[in-house]
């Protein structure tokens, strides 16, 4: 093994645990007291930190749960008041005979003034900033008083959008929130959107906290690998603070790499480095390991992730008992965003446009996702380890490997990049700028460079950060005159391109030079930046990537799709679950379509009638049946999975060639109970759609397509490593009525590996029986564990004959055997028996878990499936509590 170790001296930013470096956290604690006051006291609660404004009056009794009913806007005085947080905490003696003392603020929601112990400390505007302010010489032994006065950010985003207008103005008034959220650099979608309600909230939503210590600390690591020839490189930069009087860090600094076959990697080297102006500098180190000590690291699906244990410390020379240190995972593989000219092919558009894909390890992966908002509407409730952890499992479980980590929330908790390392979860990381014009005078730009700055760097050591992206939808919104820009073209094109391009971009690949900066999504990518960086066309399908809605065609017919090269953005909605919409209301009279509560709830325009219209393309609901609400709601869920079931096949099947090369719908998860485009509920509830990604995103797939002239159309998917040679696709024609095919055949099929491939267009049926008939298809091959059946309906559902009332009985019993990383005892099979075809079979019970899959076209008498519980339950009460529904014509 060959290690080598150098050393460069640059200069910025640090995190500690040291031997005299001592932390003072100020989280709420018996030792840490908060209280929350409004501008004139009329109302004071104890506070929270982390937390904010809204969960601490709701805690406090003063405001009732904000998700309930209409209380988005009924708390809405909540936003528009300003707010004061006051900590009361005592400093020891000792602390303060430290050289360095400086408050430590991870996250403050948003526009601030800070003092300490009457003193002015200095004012924050940027919710995506750490801010470091200097305390010694204003702490005292004992008692310390430390007061965050925050202003209403309605009104701050007001004053500023005086001074600097910048389209557009407010939200749509179906949203029901607030304007001019494009002025702070705050969660864009706490002002509303049309998948959620406004809450634009204050308070320290992340850990505060006091540093004291004498010389120099480590508050940051990048991390950069790369293969070269039969070794990988690893460049180490340590991000060092020294606010102590001296100018230079004089020390020693190194690092320990544990590796496999129980080796362990350690360098180190001597410093002297001269600190800036605001006492930061950068020290590098560089290691050379060879490939037969670590296992390189693969998306989900596709490999293992094995991360790796960094450890760097620090040791100044002043202070020979101080010791500063910073731990890290970093996980080793290669990642490149291909777009070339030379690899594009294809029957219709040869030659045309540059192809975009990812290339992990070398080799061309397919990006079967989703889009990631916020895991909760109230900043400080959506870093919850718990919430995060299911959601990441459920995209793991139905073979994601990216997710898009959308640019109107918040860049997400360590935490949740960790576990996406841990489940091989690639991100695409746009920044937090969304669907809107901003601006681009000086104060804006400063802050956003220290959020850039800041967040980089402490994403970049993920082997899950894939992409950066600048913003989402802004190049298309200014291309497409969305917000009546077009009079401002050439104003706000200069300000388009000098926040992303001349601000943004020079900081992310400085700090970052390995991966990609996308200055926008969706864009042409190389193509856009060639045009001035506003293509003539963002969406041009022969570039880059596309965000593609359509809710006045067929959504169910795969023909009306376009080609892309990276779907990153497509969706369609629906309504949660009775039982989800009971924890928001049990008014019955908010159960309808047309009730206030309905209409309050669904943020976007038309965007009932758009459910409705795809229902009556192919379900048969009368708006006379008297449970007309409750079916509206079960079909809606139908009728989403069913469409992002037909668009993600449809990606899939284009695959061949490299022609459309990801697919990520809209959306993963929800913010609270109402219409949207999710896939799993506020709660945790999946939908009937992420139910079916566990299929149209399985590893291997036999996709059929139903083309304009009634023929099929038949795909074989193979997202392995390994072709699929030699196997075979069995066809079945069922009546309605039967579970006994009324005629099969056998088609000869094989693949490439990571590819797709058209095998056959069979032609079933005939103008006189498609209304009685319907098709499934599986594989049979020989090291394919596993392959989803599928199916084809000729004709709208609502129109076959046939189609019969069925008995269905339930079952439950333990497994003899369940995965390892399972407790046993959660752990329920269930048995149904059916005696005819049933139509997206649905599995309900009031018992926290879930089913391992659920919304069954039934073709068999007996199937089975397991229920993971949350619960400690006997099979008694579980199998009391299953209800079950189905689709009826």
């Known amino acids: 093994m060959n290690t080598r170790v150098g050393l460069v001296l640059l200069c910025l930013n640090i995190t500690v645990i040291s031997a005299s470096f001592s932390k003072l956290h100020l989280i709420s604690s018996n030792d840490v007291t908060w209280t929350l006051e409004n501008n004139n006291k009329s109302i004071s609660v104890p506070g929270s930190v982390p937390g904010g404004v809204y969960s601490d009056l709701q805690k406090a009794g003063v405001i009732k749960d904000i998700l309930a009913g209409f209380n988005d806007v009924l708390t809405r005085w909540v936003a528009y008041d300003s707010w004061s947080y006051t900590g009361q905490f005592h400093v020891h003696g000792n602390e303060l005979k430290k050289k360095v003392a400086q408050l430590v603020l991870e996250g403050v929601d948003t526009v601030a003034f800070i003092e300490l112990n009457d003193s002015p400390i200095g004012t924050t505007n940027n919710m995506f900033v750490r801010y470091v302010f200097d305390v010694k010489e204003h702490l005292k032994e004992g008692l310390n008083v430390l007061k965050i006065s925050f202003a209403s950010p309605i009104e701050a985003a007001k004053v500023r959008s005086d001074k600097h207008f910048t389209a557009p103005a407010c939200v749509p008034n179906d949203y029901n929130g607030e304007c001019h959220a494009n002025q702070l650099r705050k969660m864009q979608a706490s002002f509303s959107w049309d998948w959620g309600p406004a809450f634009p909230s ?8 006091i540093e004291f210590y004498n010389g120099a600390i480590i508050r940051s690591l990048t991390t950069h690998t790369e293969k070269k020839d039969a070794a990988w490189v690893l460049k180490i930069v340590a991000y060092i603070e020294s606010k102590a009087k001296n100018k230079e860090v004089n020390g020693y600094i190194n690092a320990i790499l544990p590796v496999d076959g129980y080796r362990t990697i350690n360098i180190g080297r001597q410093l002297k480095i001269n600190t800036r102006d605001d006492g930061t500098c950068e020290a590098e180190l560089n290691m050379n390991i060879s490939e037969n000590v670590v296992r390189v690291w693969w998306p989900n699906g596709f490999g293992n992730q094995p991360l790796y244990d960094l450890h760097v410390t620090l040791k100044t020379e002043e202070n020979h008992d101080e010791i500063s240190h910073k731990h890290v995972k970093v996980g080793f593989r290669t990642l490149e965003l291909i777009e070339d000219a030379s690899k594009v092919v294809g029957n219709t558009t040869a030659g045309q446009g540059l ?36 959601l990441l499992l459920a995209a793991r479980d139905t073979h994601m ?10 860049y997400e908790s360590d935490y949740f990049y960790q576990r996406c390392d841990e489940l091989g979860i690639l991100i695409w990381q746009d920044f937090l700028f969304a669907c809107s014009m901003y601006p681009a005078d000086p104060e804006f730009l400063d802050t956003v460079r220290t959020e850039i700055e800041q967040n980089v760097i ?39 391109i000098k926040l992303y391009v001349d601000t943004i971009k020079p900081i992310v690949e400085g700090l970052d030079p390995g991966r990609r900066y996308l200055v926008s999504s969706p864009s042409n990518g190389l193509e856009s930046e060639r045009e001035g960086y506003i293509a003539q066309n963002p969406y041009d399908s022969h570039y880059g990537d596309t965000h593609y809605y359509n809710y006045l065609a067929d959504n169910w017919n795969q023909n009306i799709y376009p080609p892309t090269r990276f779907a990153s953005e497509y969706g369609f909605q629906s309504l949660p679950s009775l039982k989800t919409m009971h924890t928001a209301t049990n008014d019955t009279e908010d159960f309808k379509v047309e009730s206030n509560y309905s209409q309050h709830r669904q943020h976007s325009p038309n965007g009932y009638k758009y459910i409705e219209d795809q ?3 192919h379900l048969k609901l009368e708006k006379s049946d008297p449970k007309y609400f409750a079916k509206f709601v079960f079909y809606s869920q139908i009728s989403q999975a069913m469409a992002m079931k037909a668009e993600t096949e449809y990606y899939r099947q284009s695959q061949a060639d490299w022609y459309t090369m990801g697919a990520l719908y809209w959306q993963l998860n929800d913010v609270w109970q109402a219409p949207s485009w999710s896939g799993i509920e506020f709660g945790g509830q999946w939908k009937m759609l992420h139910y079916f990604a566990k299929s149209f995103f399985a590893p291997v797939l036999v996709s059929p397509r139903l083309t304009v002239t009634g023929d099929v159309d038949v795909y074989l998917i193979n997202d392995r490593f390994v072709p699929i040679v030699d196997a075979q696709i069995n066809v079945d024609m069922f009546n ?18 990571l590819s797709s491939k058209k095998q056959n267009t069979i032609a079933f049926w005939d103008e006189n029986n498609k209304h009685e008939v319907f098709l499934r298809f599986y594989l049979e091959a020989d090291g394919v564990s596993s392959s989803p059946d599928n199916y084809i309906f000729p004709v709208p559902l609502k129109t076959i004959e046939g189609l019969l009332e069925p008995k269905i009985e339930i079952t439950v019993t333990k497994p003899e055997s369940v995965k390892p990383n399972l407790h046993k005892n959660n752990v329920f099979k269930i048995h149904i028996q059916v005696d ?19 919304g069954f076209v ?4 007996h199937i089975q499936v397991n229920f993971i519980s949350k619960e400690n339950v006997s099979l008694i009460q579980l199998q009391e509590s299953i209800t079950y529904k189905y689709y009826v014509n």
């Open 202 to 209: 204050v308070g320290l939503w992340k850990p505060a906290s």
């Open 355 to 390: 192809t975009f894909y990812f290339k992990v390890n070398g080799y061309p992966l397919f990006m079967k996702g989703s889009n990631w908002i916020p895991a909760h509407i109230l900043p400080e409730l959506g870093y919850n380890e718990d919430t995060v952890n299911d």
């Open 401 to 410: 490997a990216m997710l898009r980590v959308w640019g109107g929330g918040v």
């Open 458 to 496: 402490r994403l970049q050591h993920h082997p899950s950060i894939a992409v950066w992206a600048g913003n989402n939808e802004n190049e298309v919104a200014l291309r497409g005159n969305w917000y009546a820009t077009e009079s401002n073209f050439d104003k706000y094109k200069e300000e388009y």
């Open 615 to 617: 229902l009556s393309n």
């Open 736 to 753: 309605w009525s039967s579970l006994i095919p009324i005629k099969s055949e056998k088609y000869p099929a094989n693949v490439d590996p």
């Open 836 to 854: 005819t075809v049933v139509l997206f079979l649905w599995l309900e019970t009031n018992i926290e878990g879930h089913f391992e899959d659920n």
């Open 858 to 861: 039934v073709t068999q008498p």
